[in-house]
């Protein structure tokens, strides 16, 4: 019992950075109407942009910051007018198409460009162990499994509690009616493609110290947080958390007490369940809209 609840935590905690990379998925689908397959590939990215401003004799925490200005301006600013806003009157599959490009070319951009070592990265936990109800648990399982709820939740309050945050559920729900109400919809659309690239650049401080920074690591990121935001409910923020915490604690046991050859497809297996029985998904809602 006591290695089953040490693999429980140990899965919450992976399990909410899937969740943060899951709502980077919700976030873009409920205002902007957009499915990102490189999001993955976002949270690679700002890894990479902290290594190089710490080799560039930057701190840690002004890294991070900095690493962050970088992702709204990038993959925030630049991807939607670069890449979405172009794309976007042709329907979905061009703009799936183009980010299931994007991803392999900031994949192999890092491996060319940088390294296709895997690179150590500072935590922001210590390694201290301690013991809870006869299981150890880490700091860093701990921290992480906070700092993400935290981030997840105020994500979620700052959407339903302030007038910005309304104003995007309301670009969400019907964009012509929000124009017609007065709320500048561009910006609108923009604030949520800079607020994932902030989350993505919160997912890359949080799985980078665990896995290493490798120009790869996005790859089972990115499938892994689309198969949990589809399960939690793909048009409800707090499903995307739901999501990736039942990905990670199932991958942890099953690892563990099946095979580790099956914890890839723990992922699979729950979404194509879910698919079948609950196609909105386990906290989503039946709606029609138009965006």
């Given amino acids: 019992m006591t290695d089953f609840f040490q693999l429980f935590f140990s899965g919450l905690a992976t399990g909410s950075i899937y969740g943060l990379a899951a709502l980077g998925f919700t976030l873009l689908w409920q205002a902007a109407g957009t499915i990102n397959f ?46 979405v806003d172009p794309l976007f009157k042709f329907g979905m599959m061009p703009i799936v198409v183009a980010t299931i490009g994007l991803s392999i070319v900031m994949r192999n951009a890092v491996k060319a460009g940088y390294s296709a070592e895997p690179h150590p990265f500072p ?11 006869g299981a150890t648990v880490s700091m860093s ?10 981030i997840v939740f105020g994500t979620q309050a700052f959407l339903s509690k302030t007038v910005t945050g309304r104003a995007m559920q309301a ?23 800079a607020i994932n690239a902030v989350l993505a650049t919160a997912a890359a401080v949080l799985i980078a110290p665990t896995y290493l920074a490798k120009f790869d690591m996005g790859e089972g990121l990115g499938t892994k947080a689309f198969f949990a935001a589809i399960i939690g409910g793909f048009n409800n923020s707090r499903g995307a958390l ?5 990905v990670g604690v199932s991958e ?15 992922a699979l297996l729950i979404f194509m369940v879910v698919i079948l029985f609950k196609p909105q998904g386990l906290l989503g809602k039946k709606e029609e809209r138009k965006v």
Avoid: C, H
């Fill in 123 to 133: 935590s922001l936990f210590s390694d201290a162990l301690f013991k809870v109800g």
């Fill in 171 to 193: 670009v969400a729900q019907n964009t012509e009616s929000a124009s017609v109400l007065g709320i500048n919809v561009p910006r609108m659309i923009f604030y949520t493609f």
């Fill in 141 to 150: 399982d701990v921290g992480t499994l906070v700092f993400a709820l935290v």
């Fill in 252 to 266: 942890n046991l099953a690892a563990a007490y099946i095979s580790p050859a099956y914890k890839d497809a723990v």
């Fill in 38 to 83: 490189a999001q993955g590939e976002f949270v690679m990215l700002p890894a990479f942009g902290m290594l190089a401003f710490m080799a560039m004799g930057a701190p840690f925490p002004v890294s991070v910051l900095l690493s962050a200005l970088v992702s709204v301006v990038v993959l925030g600013w630049v991807f939607k007018r670069g890449v």
């Fill in 242 to 246: 739901l999501g990736g915490l039942l």
